[in-house]
Structures are given as structure tokens and as C-alpha cells.
């Protein structure tokens, strides 16, 4: 759900004609690609950032990638893990709607910390009007320098 892709492009994948996009709003089974026997990726592109303006108007936005899971057809016991934009707009927004855990990938800064405040309340919010299924599993510590004591801070 990102549109820098970088975790598209990190298993050598590319979603050169905007496939997330389409199926986010036209409502359809998400496109998905084998990487190995057990893992499975639905490309992310550019184009999603396009879908970040369109979707201000939609009148159930939050539910758009809910319902293009459920058409996709995974097996039962599949795990997704949705990967967000590193920032809290309406992509961001969609994957909270949809998911039942949070981890956070963070790295230690003040900036960092600052937005984590924000996060827990983001996600308190969350689970009162939208997704009472939504916890917080933790976060991920990244890009970490042991004697810097903003890490330890974070």
C-alpha cells in the first residue's frame, strides 16, 4: 500500500500498469504474485499516490482494501501484512481499517518519537469509531546506534 514500492522493488517486482490501484478502486480482487512456495506480493506503484486525492470523495474509503481482500481469495490461514506509506494519509488510514495488529517500524529520533505520541492516539481513535479489532503488536527498532541515547529513549 505504499507508492514508493520499495518492498515491491526489494523482491525484484514492479507494478508498471497500476494493478493495485485499479482493483482499490474498482473494487476487485487484488493482483497477486508468487515469490516463493509459502510468500506472495501484491505489487505496489507510483499510481497509488494518485488514489490518495481520488479517495477523499469516496463515501467508505476505509473499507476499500477490506473488501478487495475478501474478493481476492487467499487461503484461510494466510497472514498479509500491509505495508503502509510512512505517513498517516488515507492509504495509511485504509490499512488501519482493514488490519487487526500494528507494528510500528521506527527508527530513534525526536521526530520519531513525537509521531509515536501521535500513532497511539491515532490508533486509540481508531479502534473506538472504526476497527475495534485494531492492537498494537509493538514496533521495530531501525537504522539503531547503540550509544545514542534517543534510542534508548524510543
Known sequence: MDPQASLTRAFGE???D???YRALWQQTALPVVPISENLTLTPSSIDLSRGEKQSISEPVREFLLETCL??????DQSTVILDCPPSLGILSIVCLATARH???????GGFELRTLVHLDDTVRIFRERVNPNLSVLGAVLTNCHPRRAITEQV
Open 70 to 75: 475478501k474478493k481476492t481469495g487467499l487461503p
Open 18 to 20: 497500476g494493478l493495485l
Open 14 to 16: 514492479k507494478d508498471k
Open 102 to 108: 500494528l507494528c510500528v517500524v521506527v527508527q530513534p
